[in-house]
Structure formats: C-alpha cells, structure tokens
C-alpha cells in the first residue's frame, strides 16, 4: 500500500496522452509529475502552460529517470511501443506500465514484452478500455450466469467510416497498421474476453490500400470444442463517424447481441429483454471521452495500490498481438 501520492508521467502527449493524464488528475493521491513528447512545439507549449505547476516537460525518456515514477503512460504511436517500453524497463525508469493498444507492431515484440514484464515483476495495463463498458459488462455477466447454455457460435464486428472513399493511391491508413489493428484489436480483445481463446481458420474478405494496411477484412475462427466465430471488421462503412463493435453470440437456450450502446437478451421462447447503457449505471467521477476511459485508469491505479495484477494486461494483449498476426499472414497468403 502507498503512503503517498503516486507518481506518474505520460510519454506522448498527443489526443491520447492528453485524455490520460487529465483523467489521472482527477483521481485522488494520483499525481502527474511528468510529460515527455519528442515534439519541440508540444514541448514549448506545453512548458508555458505548466510553468507554475509541479510537472516536468521533456524531449526524452531519459530525462524521467530519477524522477522515483510509480508507473508511466505510452501513448505515442503503436511503432514505438516496443523501444519505449524496452527502454523504460532497461533505464529503470519504472516498473510499472500502462500502453495504448495495440501492446506493440506484432506478436514477437508482445511476446518479448511480457517475458521482460515477469522478470522484472511489473504491473501492466494495455488501454483496451471496451472491457470497462457497462453493456459488455452485462453481456459478460449473462453468460457467466450460465442459463444460456454453452455459447454455439457468434458473429462479431467493428466498423467506423474513417477511410470511406479512400483509393489505392492513398497511404493515410498506413500509420494506423490497418482495419485489423486500428479498430479490430477492440473486438478481438472483447470476444477473447467474453467467449475464451480462439484460433484463426480462414480469411474471406479483404480490401487492401496498400501493404500491411488494409482497410477491410473478414475471417473465421474456431476454438478448441468447435465454438465457431465470424469477423467483420471495416473502415470503409457508411454512418459510423465513431467506430462501433458488436457481437452476437448465440447459445442453446438464447441469443446475446450486444453493441456500445445496449444488450438485447432473446431467449428460445421468443421472450425479448433490453438493457441499455443509460440505464446500467453508466457513471463515473469524471467523463472524458468514453466513461470506460475513466474505469479504466482507475482500476490500473488501484492495482498498483493493492499491488495486484489487473485486466488487460501484457500478458492477456499478447493474444491479441497474435490473433492480428494470424490475420495479415491469412491476408498475405490470399493475396
């Protein structure tokens, strides 16, 4: 237990880091000390704007050793999950981590990452933060409840708009890592979470802009007692200004279908029963972006506090890693 407040900084200080550290600010005995971005117009407006205030701004990790950090916050680009996160471990910077999804650009650097997190005794976190959504949660609680029998199949998606109308010429999607990484990981993550391992079978729809950047792509999987799934997951879908995922999940006794926004219930005998996220008690001290944002920090900063492991963490973003790497050689070999 801490006697103190924690003490925490932020690397990246784009949309991300900026929604983190504000949300960090609001929780009590919690203290940003500490914003590192290598941008030198980040670094000098944002040395003006916490010039009276107690937090550090620099240009390179290497500045935040010393600092006595409780935990550190990656928000920077998912290229560089990887050498940051080495380099914080292997400086001493600190032991603690929380990343921005993805964990890192593949399976083998995730998988590094988690070894390197279990030497050195590391609590970790990795902003999937859908597992904090109140409808998911519900989702989760009506098959743990087990009156639906043993889940049979399900079709799960994630859509946004975001590169509608995008022609092969264009490399905007690039820097995102793809359909599959950028919104995708979201729903992999989810369905791991609600239904258990899986294992990718085939590849059935892809549309590519370029290499390693596809903007569509859909694929089946199957885990190890035969339940079957099916992904959607696109950019390039009319209406979705924000990205959304859905799951349908289908059981002996009833079907869930579940989105951001509300969890449909349809038992064997027709009877119907809606929840929806207004009414699950979608609440929280502070809303900044999605409440889930919130729940999220909150439960990394009190397993540090309880010195206890907390969910996602490396270790269960690592499956993630490999299910994407299982997608785009699935990709590749169609091509």
């Known amino acids: 237990m801490f006697e103190r407040k924690l003490k925490v900084a932020v690397v990246g200080i784009g949309k991300m880091g900026l929604l983190h550290a504000s949300l960090l600010n609001t929780l009590p005995d919690t203290q940003i000390v500490a914003l590192c971005d290598k941008s030198t117009l980040m670094n000098m407006v944002f040395k003006k704007v916490f010039s009276k205030k107690d937090i550090a701004v620099v240009n390179d990790i290497e500045k935040l050793a010393g600092m006595d950090l409780d935990a550190v916050y990656v ?13 914080l471990y292997a400086k001493g910077i600190t032991k603690n981590i929380f990343v921005e999804k993805t964990l890192a650009s593949n399976y083998t650097q995730s998988k590094e990452l988690c070894e390197l997190a279990k030497t050195i005794g590391s609590l970790t976190m990795v902003g999937y933060m859908k597992r904090y959504s ?45 359909a599959i990484r950028d919104i995708g990981c979201h729903i992999i993550d989810l369905t ?12 059935t729809a892809c549309t590519k802009t370029g290499t390693d950047t596809e ?12 339940l079957a799934g099916q992904f959607d997951v696109s950019q390039c879908v009319p209406n979705y200004r924000l990205p959304e995922f859905g799951c349908v999940i289908e059981c002996p006794k009833g079907k ?80």
């Not at 791991?192 to 590849?203: N, P, T």
Request: with cysteine; aromatic share 10%.
């Open 215 to 226: 903007t569509s792509v859909s694929f089946n999987v199957m885990n190890s007692v035969g």
């Open 192 to 203: 791991l979470w609600l239904l258990g391992d899986f294992a990718v079978r085939d590849i």
């Open 256 to 335: 869930i279908d579940v989105n951001d926004d509300r969890v449909l219930l349809t038992l064997a005998n027709g009877t119907k029963e809606t929840w929806y996220r207004q009414n699950l008690k979608d609440n929280v001290y502070f809303a900044l972006g999605e409440t889930e944002y919130f729940r999220e920090n909150q439960e990394f900063v009190n397993s540090l506090r309880e010195n206890r492991k907390c969910e996602p963490n490396f270790d269960t973003a690592s499956k993630v890693d490999f299910i994407i790497d299982e997608v785009k050689k699935g990709v590749a070999k169609n091509e």
């Open 75 to 87: 928000t920077t680009p998912i290229s560089s999950h990887y050498p940051i996160i080495k380099d």
């Open 134 to 178: 109140v409808v998911f949660g519900k989702a989760k609680q009506l098959l743990l409840e087990g009156n639906l029998g043993e889940p049979q199949s399900f079709k799960a998606n994630a859509f946004s708009s975001d590169f509608l109308g995008l022609t092969k010429e264009s490399k905007s999607s690039a820097p995102r890592g793809g």
